[in-house]
C-alpha cells in the first residue's frame, strides 16, 4: 500500500487507491509493504513479515508484537517503536532519531551515530546460569566470565564488586574490586578482578561471602546507556 493516489493498493486486481491524504497506515494479516509519502505519517506492522518505508517527513514507524517489520525511516526526523529482536530498522539519514524497543539486546540497526535508544540495552552481566562465584588466589586476583547481552555488537563499560549488605560493607568496604569491560557478542571473557586487602581480609576470615556485582554498560546503533546488578560469591582462598 502506498500513498501515493495510485491504484495498485490492497490486493492484486482490485484496483484500490488508498489516498495520499491518509496519514494512518496499518498493516493486515499477510505479508505487507507499507509505504509513506512526503508528509508525516504513521505506519502501523501488523501480522505476518511486514515492511514499512516512511519516505518523506517526519513518521511515526510501530512494529506489534504480532509479526516482525523491516522499517525503514526516509528522510525527515523518524520514530520508530516496538522493535523486538527479529525486527530490523534503517534509520541511516543523518538526523538524529529515536528508536523504542519492547525487547532488550536488539541487533545492532542500520543507523547514524547519534541515533538514540529506549529499552534496546541489554547489556553486561555474568555468563552464569545461576549465582557466579568467584575463587580468589592469596593475592586477591579472581576471574568472573561476563558476556555482552546484545546482539551482532559490542558492549562497553564497567563492572564492580560492591558490598550492599551494611554488615558485609563494614568489613570489606563499600567497592571491594574494579574492572573496565569491553565485549563483542559472541565472546565469553574471563574478567580478572582484585581485590583489595581489606575486602581479601575479610573473605579470608568468612571462607564465603556473597556481593553485588554492578555493571555499567554502553551499546551503539542505537546508543543506550544501562545497568545490571546481580550477586555473585566470593570464596577465599584454598590452603
Known amino acids: 500500500m502506498t500513498l501515493d493516489d495510485q491504484t495498485g493498493d490492497g490486493v492484486e486486481g482490485e484496483n484500490d487507491n488508498v489516498g495520499a491524504d491518509v ?14 509519502n512526503d508528509g508525516p505519517n504513521q505506519l502501523v506492522t501488523e501480522f505476518g513479515s ?29 520514530s520508530f517503536e516496538g522493535i523486538g529482536l527479529f525486527d530490523r530498522v534503517d534509520a541511516k539519514d543523518g538526523v538524529a532519531e529515536e528508536i523504542v524497543c519492547r525487547e532488550e539486546g536488539i541487533a545492532a540497526i542500520d543507523g547514524d551515530p547519534n541515533d538514540s535508544g ?37 558492549c562497553t563499560g564497567s563492572l564492580k564488586l560492591v558490598a550492599e549488605n551494611r ?26 578482578l582484585k581485590l583489595t586487602r581489606r575486602a581479601l581480609r575479610y573473605v579470608r576470615s568468612r571462607k564465603r561471602v556473597t556481593v553485588t556485582a554492578s555493571f555499567a554498560s554502553t551499546r551503539t546503533l542505537p546508543v543506550e546507556s544501562g545497568t545490571h546488578k546481580e550477586n555473585v560469591r566470593l570464596l577465599a582462598p584454598r590452603r
Open 23 to 36: 496519514e494512518v497506515l496499518t498493516g493486515g494479516q499477510g505479508d505487507d509493504t507499507l509505504i509513506g
Open 50 to 78: 511486514d515492511s514499512a518505508d516512511g519516505r518523506g517527513g517526519d513518521d511515526l514507524l510501530h512494529v506489534s508484537e504480532a509479526g516482525i517489520g523491516r522499517l525503514t525511516g526516509g528522510t525527515g526526523r523518524d
Open 118 to 154: 529506549s529499552g534496546c540495552i541489554d547489556g553486561l552481566r555474568a555468563a552464569a546460569e545461576n549465582v557466579a562465584q568467584i575463587r580468589v588466589d592469596r593475592r586477591g586476583i579472581g576471574r568472573l566470565r561476563v558476556m555482552c547481552g546484545d546482539i551482532g555488537t559490542t
Open 167 to 192: 554488615l558485609t560493607r563494614r568489613g570489606t568496604g563499600r567497592v571491594l574490586a574494579r574492572a573496565r569491560l569491553e565485549v563483542d557478542d559472541d565472546e565469553k571473557p574471563l574478567v580478572r
